[in-house]
């Protein structure tokens, strides 16, 4: 302004404040905020060109111009004085800061506005124009009205002067928020494309490339130069392996995006370098106001990683972590595709169900460890038996199944089967040592024994427990015959959890003699079931199924507790005997044996060393910490402990030394053929010298005949059982004839 009218000269007067308040427009006064009021002096006075002075024309000039401003509704105008009290204020001032004239005149001007944390700046810019009597360049403020408003304001200051001295400081302003929105929301969005992490591509109405990010070279290795121009039917993605793409493929975009705006999906995408990947993409139909499609844009997204890590998680949820196999689901869906395949091509398949032959040994004798290495070699062989057609699974602990696709016939079947059991037959090495297995194998044929994956595993199961009745390592084909045993074996194990609940089992005892006198030193106990329609059963025709279906535990725990009663009875007669008890493995290794021992010997009142407990060698072969426990428990007791079988199991001479046991019974298999195998006669001395060398009593089971009892005698057997003494009855005869 000071420019504006450099030749205007502002006189001071003496006005009273009734002169002030007369004069309209004035700052501070009552008058129309219409019409400008003469200026201010310096010294706070009232100041008015001098009525003869040739500055009149330029004051009605000002008053004209200042009127202009105050109507002009864009353009907000105020001024403050030295002190920064606002001495003018337009329409479009309380219009923009929502402030009346009334309340902002005569206040300090950053009582009313804030410049934020720009408000320093703003006073030495203001405090520039005091100083240096000169206008700063115009330029953008953030503001904040007291109400809490926030503005963006493009702001023009410059001084009015008199006699050379700045009076008052002008500022006209324009509210420029919406366009600073706009401006942030075009560098916000310019900053999403650039870095953006998803590769961002913008196209024309014609869906021609315009533009590309960073991140989508990044991505495909394509410069924008490489791309710009290009059409989206151009664009490296969507093809297959031959680089054809899908038939109607993007007809099928081109008609969402017309129709819903929008169409995304996972595609094929290839690299500049020719590798290939997965993408997800979007596209978006971007309209004008009209509605005229103008431009699109495309996202698109290397999903490799999450690709590979969906794999991770499926391969997981589908295989067997110990060996990779698929599991049971899995292979459940193979089998529902292989009958799909069978209803519409009449394909034949089969299925295998193999079981490998006491592999729990395996884990008791060498560590859990050492049986998890088994599987996996095992799972690795059965790998190189089948075709890449076929599917492998482990089902859970030793069992495993095999799904033979489009076979031609049983033979084929019979041929992957004897493959498998010679597979598995081949020595492995696990811990320096090694280890033979065998396998059962069951197989069934579609659509011969089933036309559905329900029937088909159960018969394939059915067979495969055949194979392991009759000697295990052999495979069996499925027959109805079978399917009518296991249904038989089925009822047999109900009626078993009735004879149980019913008290239909017996104890028989067989009588121990010593070799050299004939006395008889004890007797084993041996469980009979009284069956109402079949008779008497004999151990071997229920005690599986009881193992199989958790019933021999309990029915241990019963067989103890009556013998130590019917001991203490004869014992109470006069007969000096032990009463030997086989324990099952599952029975010896439960937690709760020592408190059943300590509950027959109570109830019973049988001293602990009248009981003899027979437990088998893969239980003592164990060896860890919960076994020494128990058998430290049981000998600090008084009960004795004697190896049962002593001969087929895999005991080792450690550990027979680490165990305080009793005895060892040899197992009737070396007794009878002593006198027509050779081996047989050496292998029982030194087993009963091995014993003498550890202080352990020696029992010999199953002598039948003289020559077989001449044999013990010569070598030191302690004692005998068999037939040729006596067989197991209810009351066994405690003082038999001396056999000569």
């Not at 000002?62 to 202009?68: G, N, S």
């Not at 000169?134 to 410059?158: C, M």
């Not at 279906?549 to 109470?572: K, M, N, S, T």
């Not at 860890?624 to 005991?651: E, K, M, N, P, W």
Request: proline share 5%.
């Amino acid at each position: 302004m000071c420019d504006a009218f450099p030749s205007i000269r502002i006189f001071p007067v003496n006005d009273s404040k009734q002169d002030q308040a007369s004069q309209p427009g004035m700052p501070g006064g009552d008058g129309d905020p219409g019409r400008p009021a003469p200026f201010a002096g310096s010294e706070g006075q009232a100041g008015v060109f001098h009525s003869d002075s040739p500055g009149r024309e330029a004051l009605d000039w000002l008053y004209r111009f200042v009127t202009a401003i105050e109507l002009a509704p864009a353009v907000a105008v105020h001024s403050v004085d030295v002190r920064g009290i606002v001495r003018f204020w337009n329409h479009a001032c309380a219009q923009l800061f929502g402030i009346p004239a009334s309340h902002a005149l005569g206040r300090p001007f950053n009582q009313l506005v804030s410049h934020l944390e720009r408000q320093a700046e703003f006073d030495a810019t203001i405090a520039g124009i005091w100083r240096d009597g000169s206008a700063p360049a115009p330029r953008d403020w953030q503001v904040e009205t007291a109400a809490g408003r926030r503005l963006w304001l493009h702001s023009n200051h410059f001084p009015v002067k008199r006699e050379g001295a700045t009076q008052q400081v002008f500022c006209m302003e324009v509210d420029i928020t919406g366009r600073k929105q706009v401006e942030d929301n075009l560098v916000s969005a310019a900053r999403v494309f650039e870095n953006a992490h998803e590769g961002m591509i913008l196209m024309d109405a014609e869906y021609r490339v315009q533009s590309v990010n960073p991140a989508f070279t990044a991505i495909t290795g394509y410069a924008a130069v490489d791309i710009v121009g290009a059409t989206l039917a151009s664009l490296p993605w969507g093809e297959d392996k031959s680089g054809l793409h899908e038939t109607g493929f993007y007809e099928s975009i081109w008609s969402q995006l017309d129709g819903i705006d929008h169409w995304q999906g996972e595609v094929a995408a290839r690299r500049k370098s020719g590798e290939r990947y997965p993408a997800w993409v979007a596209l978006t139909t971007i309209r004008d106001p009209r509605g005229e499609a103008v431009s699109y844009m495309a996202m698109l997204s290397d999903i490799s990683e999450r690709k590979r890590a969906e794999d991770r998680v499926r391969h997981q949820a589908e295989h067997d972590p110990l060996t990779g196999l698929p599991n049971r689901a899995l292979f459940l869906d193979r089998m529902h595709h292989a009958l799909a395949t069978w209803r519409r091509q009449r394909d034949n398949f089969a299925v295998l169900f193999l079981d490998l032959d006491r592999f729990k040994a395996v884990n008791d004798n060498n560590g859990h460890q050492a049986g998890d290495a088994v599987l996996r070699e095992v799972a690795a062989r059965l790998r190189g038996c089948v075709r890449r057609v076929d599917t492998i699974s482990r089902l859970g602990g030793d069992e495993f199944v095999i799904l033979l696709a489009d076979i031609g016939g049983a033979d084929q079947a019979a041929h992957v089967a004897n493959a498998v059991m010679q597979a598995v037959a081949r020595p492995i090495e696990v811990g320096g040592s090694h280890l033979k297995l065998s396998a059962s194998i069951g197989v069934a044929i579609c659509p011969t024994d089933g036309a559905d994956v329900d029937t088909l595993m159960h018969h394939a199961d059915v067979a495969m427990y055949h194979a392991k009745e009759n000697g295990r390592d052999s495979f069996r084909f499925f027959s109805p015959e079978m399917n009518a045993r296991v249904r038989e074996r089925g009822v047999l194990e109900e009626r078993l959890r009735l004879a149980f609940e019913r008290g239909e089992f017996l104890l028989e005892y067989q009588p121990e003699l010593a070799v050299g006198s004939g006395r008889v030193t004890g007797v084993e106990a041996l469980i009979r079931w009284r069956h109402p329609e079949r008779g008497l059963l004999l151990p071997q025709d229920f005690l599986p199924v009881a193992e199989e279906c958790g019933l021999i535990v309990p029915i241990g725990d019963w067989v103890l507790r009556e013998a130590c009663r019917q001991a203490r009875a004869w014992r109470d007669e006069g007969h000096d005997i032990t009463v030997a008890v086989n324990l099952s493995e599952a029975q010896f290794l439960h937690g709760g044996l020592l408190d059943t021992v300590d509950a027959a010997l109570q109830q019973s009142g049988l001293a602990p060393a009248g009981l003899d407990l027979e437990i088998t060698e893969g239980a003592i072969m164990r060896g860890d910490a919960a076994l020494d426990a128990i058998v430290d428990a049981l000998r600090s007791r008084g009960v004795q402990l004697t190896i049962d079988r002593f001969g087929t199991g895999l005991s080792s001479l450690s550990s027979l030394r680490r165990y305080p046991l009793s005895k060892l019974k040899i197992d009737r298999s070396f007794v009878s053929d002593i006198e027509h195998d050779p081996l047989d006669a050496a292998l029982i001395p030194a087993i009963i010298a091995m014993a003498r060398s550890l202080r352990l009593g020696v029992v010999a089971e199953g002598v039948e005949t003289a020559e077989q009892l001449r044999f013990l005698q010569q070598h030191g057997c302690d004692h005998y059982q068999g037939f040729f003494a006596a067989g197991a009855s209810s009351r066994p005869d405690f003082n038999p004839v001396p056999v000569s």
